[in-house]
Structure formats: structure tokens, C-alpha cells
């Protein structure tokens, strides 16, 4: 992996209609190559910095780089670097509905590389390997409103592997999957990353970070940098779980004598053990 | 997370007592509409049903149905002669029968729209104070004057409503017979504004997730809705609360449609992947069209008014 970084991002702060909160001064670097996970809980910002991320929307204050060049409105008005831009930087929408827009599935997945300008021969040929390989060759000809969401989900990862880019930025890209899709899902984000895709993705969930995720970057529910660091150290720090509203305090009767562990959100409890931190089921 | 409260915690006596009391409450107006919302879905996918059977029409280029149908809609638009568009109704007959469509549900589907259309501008044109004439079926005297159908306003709206029908059957048949994508390439092909088609063509795909929305909310509504209302301003104020979560929601989609959009180099200009070639078939199918929308017309003006 290289050293380089990426993605640079200093100070970033960003208010919705000027008037709430989403991100108070966050500061990121992402090597290229690198799996950054994106850790908060609801409503701390991750979306936000993601959709900076891809230029999507501009900070109120402080400054992105990216591919080593200042990414701004203006700059993005830009033809040639709104295309390289846009060609290099492939975003994942935690609401499929939105991202899947086109009358079928094959031309929302040729929707990208025809703005890109590819050749037809080579968007076929791109299309046809894509969707072999995420197993949706079935479904190439149907409406999205057949789809299942486990089946849009794809489609939606399908329409932005096809414009191959190098950055893939990944919403909340488990939500709401059946545990199968959900497996599947993190197995392709972990070979991508294997075969040198820069990947940074928003999630709330811990288990499998460790397999899935080189680094952590922890959001406080005050939309501010809470910690970076690698997913074990990020996991063991229980403190800095608790305060970012990633496990809450769980506390139950064992007999006579009450007992307090932290407990990860949204899973069941499974009693592995009366203290250290709780296995995910 | 603050205290629950205490009411939370006890057990509700039952505002209203379990169990039947004979009295039965017929589905208002939230099953209809409902009802209306899985109609919408069902149409749809019957129709891409039809798009996708081997018969005469879906094997012709979107373009060349689209320029031929074009054709026989301006003769049928310019045809005078019931009996002439009559027979051009009839071909339409055929084509739906050679596309493998049922011919009852077609005829049901174009005249269940004629009555809607045309009947409130064609009746008061029957009568004979708008379109003096002789009277063939006289209804009394008003003002000293005889008042009922005359020939002349039956002939002429029955020209109306022969007129309609054919171009319906026409329309119906060119959008049974095509799948979306296709028409709105055919569309673009024939040189229809890009942002026109991409409107089109969004418009009819986030049809069906607002369907999906609406019927979400009503559903909803239905759940928490213990005894059965009448109308009146309670229901008028639902559905002004309803009708504006539904906008907040499609604008707040539309953003992040947009946003979809623009992550995947939308820049304004949308293009297709469509390359297919004209055939003989469609070529055959272009000038048989055309040569007789041009009989139609020239016969037509050849019987005179």
C-alpha cells in the first residue's frame, strides 16, 4: 500500500440550510489503497462527509483535496476536471431508490460509462463482466421497481463498478440487507480493497470491521473528530465507544447482583462472558 | 433515554371492547385508493407483459412504430368520413389481434376513456341550438322552437368520438406494444429534446416509488386508526398533511437524485446505449403506414364533405 494520501480533508464544517449542524471542524487523510470505516452514530455527520467527499456538496469551511487537487464548486464547473473528477470517484447511496434512476437495469448500469464517454463495444463488454460477477444477469432488462433491495443494492454497486474508479465511498452500504446480502456485500468490499481500490465507508456497525476496515474514523454525536486509529484499537477503547453512541451501557440482573457491560448497538445480547466487551449476534 | 411513563407501563383497560357487534363498515375511501395504487402497478407490469410477446408490432423498431403511428394519427386527425375512420378503427383491431393482444381487453381499455374525454364536449354538440339542423329525434319546443338531436350534430359527433377512438386505439397500441426505454430512445431519436425524454423517463420510474410511498402512509394511517370516521374535515386535513409529507418527501428524493446523478458525471447531457438498425420489416411497415395514411386522406377528400 502506498503512503501517499489520496484524500485530504482539513477542517471541514457543514450546516444544512445554514442552520444545522452536520460536521464541526473535521480533519481526515486517506492513503491510497486504504479501507477507511466511517464510525457514528445516526445523525453525526458521516453521510455529510461522505457526499463532500465526492463532491457532491462543499464545506462551509476548511479545505479537501483529492487525487493531490483542490476539489471545490468552482473547480468542478470545470469540464476536464469535473470528468476526472467524477471518472476516478464512485459513490455508493445508502437510499437505492435514489441512485437506481433509469428505466432498466442495463441502462442504469451503462449510465455511467456513457457519460463518461466510453465506447459502446467496451460499455457492453463492461456490463456484461459486472453483472456476471455480481450475479444480476437475470435482471439486466428489468424495471427497478421489480427489484428486491437486496437486488437494487446491487444493481446500485454494478452502476458505479462499471465506471471502474479508483475511491469508492460506501453509505451505510449493509443497511437494511437480508444476512446473506449482507455477507456478500462485505466480502466484495474486502476483495476490492485486496485488488487496491481506496475505499471509505459510513457505518454504525462493528462487527466484521476489523476484516473489512484498515482504519477508523470516530464521529461524536457533536459532529466533530472523535478518534482515528486501526479497528482493534478503535474496538478496545470502550470509553470512546460509549461517548460516540456506538454500544450503550447494557445492564441486566445476573441473580441477586446488578451487572453493567457496554453492548453493541442495535444486536442482541449473547451472554459470552460477565465483563469485557460483548460479542455481536 | 428519559423515564417511561408510568401510563406506558400499566395495562391499558381497552378503550373499546374485543369482539363483534354485527355492525359492518363498508371500505371507504383509503381501500379505493389503494386499490387504485396496486391498479397502477398491475397495468404496468401487464403492459410490459404485452411489450415483450412475440407478435407483429414488438418485432418492428420503436422509431419505425413511432413514425408510422405518427402517420396514421394526422390522417386520422384529418379524415372527415365516419365510414373511412371506421376503417381505420378496424385496422387497428388487426394489429392488436396480429400483436397478440386480447381484443376485448383492448376495445375495454381505449372506450373506457372515450365517455371520459369527449363525452362532456360531444353531447351539448348533438342538440339542435348548437348544431342547427334536422331534427331526427325532437325532444319538445322551447321558445317556440323545436329543440332535440339533429342529424347534423349526431354526424358530427359521432365524427368526434369515432376520430378519438381510433387515435386512442393507435396511441394504446404503439405504448402496449413498445417498452419504455425504447420509446423514449425511439423519442430521442426522432429528435425530442434530451431533457424532455430524461423528465419522461424519471417521471415514470419514481411514479412507482411515490406509489410505494403513498401507499406506505395510507397503510399507516389505516393501522392507527381505531374507529371507523366519516369524511368530512378530519379526513380533508389528513389528506392535506399527507399531500405535503408526500412533496417534502419527492423533493427530498429529487435532491438526492440529482446528487446520484452528478456523482456519475451527469453534466445535462444523457445518452443511450440503443444502437439497433432499421430491418426491412420496419421499413415495409414505415411505407405501408404512410401510403395509407395518404389513401385515407385522399379518398377521404375524394367523397367529399
Known amino acids: ?281 | 433515554m428519559s423515564e417511561t411513563p408510568v401510563w406506558l407501563l400499566e395495562r391499558e383497560p381497552g378503550a373499546f371492547p374485543f369482539g363483534c357487534s354485527g355492525k359492518r363498515r363498508r371500505g371507504g375511501a383509503i381501500e379505493k385508493t389503494l386499490d387504485g395504487l396496486a391498479k397502477v402497478v398491475r397495468q404496468a407490469i401487464a403492459s410490459e407483459e404485452i411489450a415483450a410477446r412475440p407478435g407483429l408490432l414488438q418485432r418492428l423498431d420503436a422509431r419505425a412504430k413511432l413514425l408510422g403511428v405518427l402517420a396514421l394519427l394526422i390522417a386520422a386527425g384529418l379524415i372527415r368520413h365516419i365510414f373511412v375512420l371506421a376503417g381505420l378503427y378496424a385496422l387497428t383491431l388487426v394489429l392488436a389481434a396480429a400483436s397478440r393482444i386480447g381484443l376485448r381487453w383492448f376495445v375495454k381499455r381505449v372506450w373506457l376513456f372515450i365517455p371520459l374525454f369527449t363525452g362532456v364536449i360531444v353531447a351539448p354538440a348533438m342538440f339542435s341550438f348548437v348544431t342547427p339542423g334536422e331534427v331526427v329525434l325532437p325532444l319538445g319546443r322551447w321558445f317556440g322552437h323545436e329543440v332535440g338531436l339533429t342529424r347534423q350534430g349526431l354526424t358530427s359527433a359521432g365524427l368526434i368520438v369515432s376520430r378519438v377512438a381510433t387515435s386512442i386505439s393507435l396511441v394504446v397500441l404503439l405504448t402496449l406494444t413498445t417498452s419504455w426505454p425504447r420509446l423514449l430512445s425511439a423519442l430521442r431519436a426522432l429528435l425530442v429534446p434530451r431533457l424532455l425524454v430524461l423528465v419522461l423517463g424519471m417521471a415514470y420510474r419514481y411514479l412507482f416509488v411515490l406509489l410505494d410511498v403513498v401507499s406506505e402512509m395510507i397503510t399507516a394511517r389505516t393501522a392507527r386508526t381505531v374507529a371507523g370516521r366519516k369524511g368530512g374535515r378530519g379526513a380533508r386535513v389528513v389528506a392535506g398533511f399527507s399531500g405535503g409529507a408526500l412533496f417534502g418527501k419527492a423533493h427530498a428524493l429529487s435532491e438526492e437524485i440529482h446528487q446520484a446523478m452528478l456523482a456519475r458525471g451527469y453534466r445535462g447531457e444523457t445518452r443511450s446505449l440503443e444502437r439497433a438498425s432499421l430491418r426491412i420489416a420496419d421499413g415495409v411497415w414505415l411505407a405501408a403506414c404512410l401510403s395509407l395514411a395518404l389513401l385515407t386522406i385522399g379518398g377521404d377528400r375524394a367523397l367529399g364533405l
Not at chain 1, 16 to 29: G, P
Not at chain 1, 161 to 170: I, K
Not at chain 1, 267 to 280: C, D, L, Q, T
Open chain 1, 1 to 281: 500500500m502506498s503512503s501517499e494520501p489520496l484524500l485530504i480533508a482539513n477542517g471541514l464544517s457543514y450546516s444544512y440550510l445554514e442552520r444545522f449542524l452536520a460536521l464541526e471542524e473535521v480533519s481526515l487523510e486517506v492513503a491510497r489503497g486504504q479501507r477507511l470505516a466511517l464510525l457514528g452514530a445516526n445523525g453525526c455527520g458521516k453521510s455529510t462527509l461522505l457526499k463532500i467527499l465526492a463532491g457532491l456538496i462543499f464545506a462551509d469551511r476548511g479545505s479537501y483535496f483529492a487525487f493531490g487537487e483542490e476539489v471545490n464548486a468552482e473547480k468542478l464547473e470545470d469540464e476536464q476536471f469535473s470528468a476526472g473528477f467524477r471518472s476516478r470517484v464512485g459513490f455508493v447511496f445508502q437510499n437505492t431508490d435514489a441512485q437506481v434512476f433509469s428505466p432498466t437495469v442495463r441502462e442504469e448500469i451503462a449510465f455511467g460509462p456513457l457519460q463518461l464517454g466510453l465506447e459502446p463495444d467496451e460499455i457492453e463488454a463492461r456490463i456484461s463482466d459486472v453483472t456476471a460477477m455480481l450475479e444480476i444477469e437475470d435482471l439486466i432488462e428489468r424495471a427497478p421497481y421489480q427489484l428486491s433491495a437486496g437486488q437494487k443494492k446491487r444493481v446500485a454497486i454494478a452502476s458505479v463498478l462499471t465506471m471502474n474508479p479508483e475511491l469508492l465511498l460506501f453509505d451505510e452500504p449493509t443497511a437494511g440487507l437480508d444476512p446473506r446480502s449482507r455477507h456478500w456485500l462485505l466480502e466484495l468490499m474486502t476483495e476490492l480493497g485486496d485488488a487496491g481500490k481506496t475505499i471509505v465507508f459510513a457505518t454504525h456497525e462493528l462487527d466484521q470491521l476489523e476484516s473489512i476496515a484498515d482504519r477508523c474514523l470516530v464521529l461524536s454525536e457533536q459532529h466533530r473528530r472523535l478518534a482515528v486509529g486501526v479497528p482493534a484499537e478503535i474496538l478496545a477503547d470502550r470509553e470512546l465507544l460509549l461517548t460516540a453512541n456506538l454500544v450503550h451501557e447494557h445492564t441486566h440482573r445476573h441473580g441477586e447482583r446488578l451487572h453493567s457491560h457496554a453492548h453493541e448497538r442495535g444486536h442482541h445480547h449473547r451472554y459470552s462472558g460477565e465483563h469485557g466487551f460483548p460479542s455481536a449476534g
